[in-house]
Structures are given as structure tokens and as C-alpha cells.
């Protein structure tokens, strides 16, 4: 007799899916929504499910644009299990899937501590707020397009010219990966935050970091990029 | 090697940037007045790199064929941005300001600004000090200076401010005989017309009043130093325009 018991199918969508009880807890979610969970806040998300939920039984499909750091969402399913739970599934926008490949000759392996120190320094003749710093001194030397990226560091930093209570953070970023020219590289994670910011570079930020296969997330208060790290 | 020489906090974050960076391919440019120290600056962080004038478009593409490593001079004068491939190498431009901030936005990684001589005191000091000590040594001076600070011209930053100490190294040192001859030579050139001992008479009198009037304070004392009536004194002032 043929099957209908789909749970290992939504288990592995790449749609994140995520079962509520009437109390907002999670009672189920999947492997795309645990991702999501990093970033999106689950009450938030309860909100939405019950904000957008059908009037009667069964599901509605809601069209609308929701954004999580990098995870983009243009729709959502909201449907009730039973009287006691509701679910949510959101549907992923597409992104251009360009093919990510790199000219090997303009990337030099570099410390990327000095770019930012070098770009630090620059911003603080600007700037002359405090700022913390919290750098993973330890991050190996990787494969950088100098110019470029020093452009691309200037301009994010240049984002929060006016701002203050200035954090930095520069780590590796674990589990995570980008494919580059068929290979799995590792990620590092630069992240500005403050207490606000100008948008007016964001897109001039987004297409540099593009070039050289850098993903953004653009909040209010802060500037988040992933690096591939090429050895 | 040409020394570079700061006590500004502002030039030596500019330092501390170019030397990060110094072994990296990235592009740089300095902006600045003229005559702030950017030229000498670079020359002692790069002594090794070549340098190109910017003016010279066809010199600055064979150079930027041939180096890795160069000093574009004169860098706002360059139109033809577009022609300019600084990928992979290591470009530091120098410029006396920004033309087109797009352009210069989108080829250089680091811009740093180079602060007029107005706004870094601590090197105006330090400066005069050393013009200071040059102009006695040229013009074979053993006496000690004093010089007098609110003269000193900043206008044109090293240029004004070292022509401004010369000048008054010069006058404070200057004898009677020094100073009939340069008169001599300024008449020689500037007589002309039929009302010339009017028109070069404040040459002798508006500097005697004034150093004068500093010297002994009131226009009675002066007058009676002077000799003349103190009528005679108080029309010259005003004549002269002297506060």
C-alpha cells in the first residue's frame, strides 16, 4: 500500500517548517527551519503564523516579503494540524544562481586582521569614537583580492561614520560553507554593529561584496559579511 | 632617503596606515593642500618605489605596464580614469585635491587626508624651529631670533610659513646700511609720475610711528622723542591708518 506519511520528505525540504502548539511552543520543526531558528526569533515567527492564519480550517498561502539575514522569504503556508497546533512554511525567494568562480591571480594570500586594522585606522580619523574589537588574532592568512576587498571594508565601516558605541567582530564561522569554482570553502564572518548607521553605500557595499563572492545582511544597526576563506 | 618628520596624531595615523599596508597590492591616495609634506612623506615610507608624474598620461600607462609598485604624482590633474588598471598592484597617488570623488572612490582602496599645516600646531612649532635655525645659517647670523609668532604665514602652509620666518630673520637683522640699499633698489623701480615723494613717504614714517607707538606707548612720549608736535604726530596716524 502506498505511503503517505511525508515526514521524512518535510524533514529534508529546504523550506524552513515549523509546528506550533497553541501555546506558541515549537512542537516540530525541520532541518531548514533549525538555520532559520538562528536567526529568526521563534515567538516572532508564532506571531506571523497566527497573524496570517486561515479563518476557518485548512491552509492559506499569504504572499509577502520576510528577511532574516541572508535568508530571503516571499511567501508563506499557515494551515491548522489539529485544534491544538498550528504550522507555518515559508517559501525561500530565488536568488540568481550565478556560478561562483574566481581568477586566482588577483587573490593574494593576506592576513585579513591587517586590511582590517589598516581600514580601522582610517575610519578613526573620521570617527573618533570608541570602538570594540573582538578578532579572532588566530584566523590563518586566506586568499583575498586586496584592493577589493580594502574598497569593500572602507565602504562598510564609512556606514557608520557617525555612529558610536562602534562593535567589531571578526570570527570563523563553524558548519558553514560556500561552494567556489566546485570546491566547499569555510566562511568568516565580519560583523559591524552600532547604534545606527547610514544606508546611502548599501547597494555600492552589496555589489563590491558580490565581486568577490562575499554574501551581505544589511540591518538597521548593523553590517554582517561572510567571507569565503580560500586557502 | 628624505626624512619625514611629525608630532601632528592625525599624519601619523596616515603613517601607521601606509606602513599596515605597505607590502600589500592595494591603492592609496594622499589629499592634501600643497606644500603639507605629502611628496616627502611618501618618499621616505616607498624610497624604493618609482614615481610618475600624473600629467604625463602616456609616461603613467607604460609605467603602471612595467611596475608593481609606483607613485602617481599630481594625481587630480589625470581625466581618463577609465584608463587606469591599478588591479594587482601597489599604487599610492598623490593629490593637491579630489576632482571627481566618484572616480577616485571607485579606484582606491585607502584615501587618506593629509591636514593643512592650520591644523597641526605641533608641526607649525617644530617647522619654524628648524626654518628658523636654516635661516641663520644662510644668512650667517650668530645672534639668537626672536620671532614674532603671529606673522608667521600658514596661507600656503611650508612655503608661506618658511618665506614669513626668512622675511623676519631678515628685518629683525637687517642694519641701516641694509635697509637704504634695499630702498635704494625699490625706488629705482617704482618712481614714476609727479607726486612721488607723497606716494613713497609711509615707507619712512608708518613703520617709524608704529614701532614707535610700541616702543614708548603714548602718542606724547612719542612725539617728544620723535621731536615734532604732537598735532603733527596725531595727523601722520591718521594719515596712515595706524590703530
Known sequence: ?????????IE????????????GKIAYLNNAAEILMGYADPKALYDIALAYAPKDYGYKTTTLSLQ?????????????QDEEHICIRLYHQPRLNKPKTLSSDKYVTTDINTLLEANITLFQMINKNELSLLVDQDIPEFKIDQNHFSKLLRKTLHAFRASDSIYISLKFLVGEYVIINGKKEGLIQLKVEANGRYNDEDSAIETLANENHISTAFKEHSITLQIPFIK | MEQFFTNSEAVRQIVKGFNLTKTLFVSSILVGEKHTGKKRLISSLFPKAPWVDGRDMSALQEALRVHDELVITHFEQISKHDALDFQHKRIIAI?????NVRNVDNLFAFIYMMPPLRERPEDVDYLTKRFAAEAKEILMIDEDLTLDHSRLDLSQNSKTLKKSIFHQVMHQNADAATIEET???????????????????????????EAGLKKFGSQLQLSQVLGINRNTLRKKIHEHAID
Not at chain 1, 529534508?12 to 501555546?23: E, G, R
Not at chain 2, 607723497?198 to 615707507?203: D, P, S
Open chain 2, 95 to 99: 593629490a593637491d585635491y579630489i576632482d
Open chain 2, 183 to 209: 630702498l635704494y633698489h625699490y625706488f629705482l623701480k617704482s618712481l614714476q609720475g609727479n607726486n612721488g615723494y607723497k606716494e613713497h613717504i609711509h615707507l619712512f614714517e608708518k613703520p617709524l610711528i
Open chain 1, 12 to 23: 529534508c525540504d529546504n523550506s524552513p517548517f515549523i509546528l506550533f502548539t497553541a501555546q
Open chain 1, 68 to 80: 532574516y539575514d541572508a535568508l530571503h522569504f516571499y511567501a508563506i503556508t499557515v494551515g491548522y
Open chain 1, 1 to 9: 500500500m502506498l505511503s503517505i506519511d511525508f515526514k521524512p520528505f
